[in-house]
């Protein structure tokens, strides 16, 4: 269908619509029903079946599984089962693993979905794009993502850029004609239409769905990229670096082991298996995996906290910030702007009320007044009511704003006045509107009075309508604008300004009869200036303490807003941002630097005032040039360029826009500044779980090729038999590791500095802790493997039981002493509930095989008599409390000196 070439009352009939009430929700269910969802496909994932079999797809399972038909060929049939039993529990616990993520991150995308203002029922709601069905009436405006193919019925300066669907980077100016032409008409020329995926990036418009999901034309473009792409973390692909080199040194090890026992006179066959076994428990094949389940884990953590991660490199980024660029209002501000304080021509009232509740007093000098009385006060009132696309909307335990936090503020101060929407409907007919703009800081209306006069409304930043104003209202008169006026007002804002009060300013201008007004820079020229309306956004209660805390940790926090330099200034320093000799700097200084220049004092300056989105850019820029790791946020169209560049673009939820959500790698669900500080130390705690479980999981299995090859080296029977090293493996990796993913982070987490990005896993001692942590625990095995061998040479499978015994809790000892970066004795082990009950379990496991009848010939144990118990756990606790012990002496000796 060539919906272009149809005029909108065709199309409404083409799709059994109505532009005046919209579908029913019973229509809705119909075609949602017959149509399905506005969704693309994608691509097929793997079956269940096919995922789990990819588990066993590891060279070195696949070495094993053939040791195992070796084994059942020369009639080892226990040897064999057993094997092969624990490695499919292992091929389980991985395929379970990643479905857990694949999910996550499916209900991550879930949750990210885009929202679209819809007509139904005759009201406007908001609802996901997906349910939206043909026939459906959206409305759209700047910064907003198109959610379906529509026809446009009716536009307001509207421009949109198609580049996803033309590679055209201009936008297109959209208009609601029809297109007649004998061939087809392209997609960027299709000025009538509005597209699935494309961004407004200015004005607004109304449209009616034509087409969803792959009959879009982005559906088309869907069918050509089937091919799901996997996202790699930075630190998933040092790991799979890390991964090949340990795989290497383990074979090498194993080889060695294998070679050697050879020599000491072993079985090949015996020595074989044994390595392989060993290799399979040694090497860390499983370590991106966990990974990939440990940020996904924490993703989820994130979600609770309002903070959705849409890109996960970002969750290791987040432990790196060292720079949070900050809007103010509704991020450390509640975003329920209210009108306080009103100025017009050298008089002030006041206004009583809070947030968005429409009762509220005018005073003039403390008495009462009514707002009808005088007719400046009633100009004011009434043009921020008609300049002004917001609305009031009553929930069960609130009223909320439905647009821009500030255009309610003028709302609820004009409905206190007794000046609401519906009784000025009656007096005044918008003809035209031109949009605000964040490059203009204006907008305005064309309105005509019920004796069909015209004149101009326009509200914006006072200093900008102060400067295309050529006359003001004083003492209810006209005056020209002489310098003495234009400084009264000028004082009057910063009065105003240094109360902390946002101001917006509304001056008008009288039309001919007959005048044509086509552009805004006709609209807002020679304008009277008739006053102001100071409103207050008081600061979240937590945001000071968020703020305490990200400077405690190192992290700098920067305001930037477009609200004046002395409002800016007091908020700051409510909130503890601006210490004393804080440098603010204003737009207007900004301009004039380049990057250069900015750079030079950047780390001096703490609050941004009366800034641009583009200026977001230049402050991004010149924080990376110093070696910052900046979080940026915004929530405009303009702030998408800044959000993109910087290290952690952060978007707004409920105020964001499309365009500035999709530049993002992080939204706050609530827009609050302390969801930041949480994604930051969440962000933080995970990189420190993935540090803790590589440091456990290396450091085991550096015990366990360790205690071999010192027993062959040393001409020893072998302390573990293979079915034993793979149990240890099963054991000991799988519950405790995942554990280590959902620690608790340590309470000195955001008292030190932010991490360099360059950081290597192994920093901070890490690698050390590793060896001398593994080669603890493979001494202490072998010590009592040897102690009780020495004592009975010729019960050797006790001994080799004992051995067991001794590298399974040595292993489940070290995994507490992996919480704290400082000892054992640093951190409650009952505070994570997850690892206590992981260690039981492996335990229990373990206990099982040692005492239950049936399996102790599976697994070559023998039941350990209760004195030898003492030695177990003698040795298996000695490696812990041998380096808490060196790592206390040091402490002390340091503090001496």
Known sequence: MKWYELRSEEVEKKVNTSLSSGLSDHEVKQRQKQFGYNELKEAERPSALLLFLAQFKDFMVLVLLAATLV?????????????????????????????KAEKSLQALKELSAPQVNVFRNNEWVRTPSKELVVGDIIK?????????????????????????????????????????????????????????????????????VV??????????????????????TPLQRRLEQLGKILITVALILTLIVVVVGVINGHEVYEMFLAGVSLAVAAIPEGLPAIVTVALSLGVQRMIKKNAIVRRLPAVETLGCASVICSDKTGTMTQNKMTVTHLWSGGKTWTVSGTGYDVNGKFFAEEKEIIPSDHKTLQQLLTFGVLCNNASLKRTDDDIIVDGDPTEGALLVAGIKAGFSNEFLANQFEIVEEFPFDSARKMMSVIVKDRSGNQFVVTKGAPDVLLGVSKSVLWDHKQQ?????????????????????????????????????????????????????????????????????????AGIKTIMITGDHLVTAKAIATQLGILPAGGKVLDGNALSKMDVEELENIVDDVYVY????????????????????????????????????????????????????????????????????????KEGRNIYENIRKFIRYLLASN??????????????????LVPIQILWVNLVTDGLPAMALGLDQPEGNLMKHGPRHPKEGVFARGLGWKIISRGFLIGIATLAAFMVVYHRDPNNLGYAQTIAFATLVMAQLIHVFDCRSERSIFHRNPFQNMYLVWAVISSILLMLIVIYYPPLQPVFKTYAIEPRDWLLVIGMSALPTFLLAGSLLTSKKSEARA
């Open 211 to 232: 087409g969803t999901g792959m009959d879009t034309a982005m559906g088309q473009i869907a069918e050509l990229l089937q091919t799901a792409q996997t996202m790699i």
């Open 609 to 680: 005032a009366r800034v641009s989105p583009e200026h977001k850019l230049k402050i991004v820029k010149a924080l990376q040039s110093r070696g910052h790791i900046v979080a940026m946020t915004g929530d405009g169209v303009n702030d998408a360029p800044a959000i993109k560049a910087s290290d952690i673009g952060i978007a707004m939820g409920i105020t964001g826009t499309d365009v500035a959500k999709e530049a993002s790698s992080l939204v706050l669900l609530d827009d609050n500044f302390a969801t930041i500080r949480a994604a930051i």
């Open 702 to 719: 550096v015990g366990e090729i360790l205690v071999m090859l010192f027993a062959m080296l040393m001409a020893l029977p072998l302390p």
């Open 480 to 552: 020209t604008l002489s310098r003495d006026y234009e400084n009264k007002i000028k004082d009057a804002i910063e009065g105003l300004a240094s109360n902390a009060l946002r101001t917006i300013a509304v001056g008008f201008k009288p039309l001919r009869p007959n005048q044509q007004i086509v552009s805004e820079r006709e609209a807002e020229s020679d304008l009277t200036f008739i006053g102001i309306q100071g409103m207050i956004d008081p600061p979240r209660p937590e945001v000071r303490a968020a703020v305490k805390e990200c400077k405690d």
């Open 140 to 208: 759209f405006t700047s910064g907003d993502r198109i959610g379906a193919d529509i026809r446009l019925v009716n536009v307001k300066s509207l421009e949109i850029e198609e580049s996803a669907l033309t590679g055209e980077s201009v936008p297109v100016t959209k208009q609601v004609d029809p297109i007649r032409d004998e061939d087809d008409v392209s997609l960027g020329d299709q000025e009538n239409m509005a597209f699935m995926g494309t961004m407004v990036t200015r004005g607004s418009g109304v449209g009616i």
């Open 71 to 99: 084994s059942g060929l020369l009639g080892e049939y226990i040897d064999a089962i057993a094997i092969m039993a624990i490695v499919l529990i292992n091929g389980f616990l991985g395929f379970f693993q990643e479905r």
